[in-house]
């Protein structure tokens, strides 16, 4: 759960508050009179995210994946090697 700060309290502590997001991967969410309004993340974070649901719009990539945990779940998976000199 992200931490929830009003932000008359973010406005306070902007500075050290993105250090904290910067060095160690904190993100919290800022609140105006206890709504949500905005979460802040570090940039790197935000990019993996992006990635990720990318990667989720694909729906060949995204069979891919769901029939590979299939796979595996039955034990039923192809040695790295095998890839690597077949290409497949």
Same mark, same amino acid.
């Given at each position: 759960?992200?931490? @929830?700060?009003?932000?008359?309290?973010?406005?306070?502590?902007?500075? &050290?508050?993105?250090?904290? =997001?910067?060095?160690?991967?904190?993100?919290? =969410?800022?609140? /105006?009179?206890?709504?949500?309004? @905005?979460?802040? !993340?570090?940039?790197?974070?935000?990019?993996?995210? =992006?990635?990720? !649901? /990318? !990667?989720?719009?694909?729906?060949?990539?995204? /069979?891919?994946? /769901?029939?590979?945990?299939?796979?595996?779940?039955?034990?039923?998976? =192809? &040695?790295?090697?095998?890839?690597?000199?077949?290409?497949?």
């Amino acid at each position: 759960m992200l931490e @929830a700060v009003p932000i008359t309290q973010a406005r306070k502590t902007f500075l &050290p508050s993105i250090e904290r =997001v910067t060095h160690e991967l904190y993100k919290f =969410v800022v609140t /105006r009179r206890g709504r949500p309004v @905005a979460v802040v !993340l570090s940039y790197t974070e935000y990019c993996q995210m =992006v990635e990720t !649901l /990318r !990667l989720f719009e694909d729906g060949k990539l995204t /069979r891919e994946i /769901r029939q590979g945990l299939k796979q595996a779940e039955r034990e039923e998976l =192809v &040695p790295l090697d095998y890839v690597k000199h077949n290409g497949t």
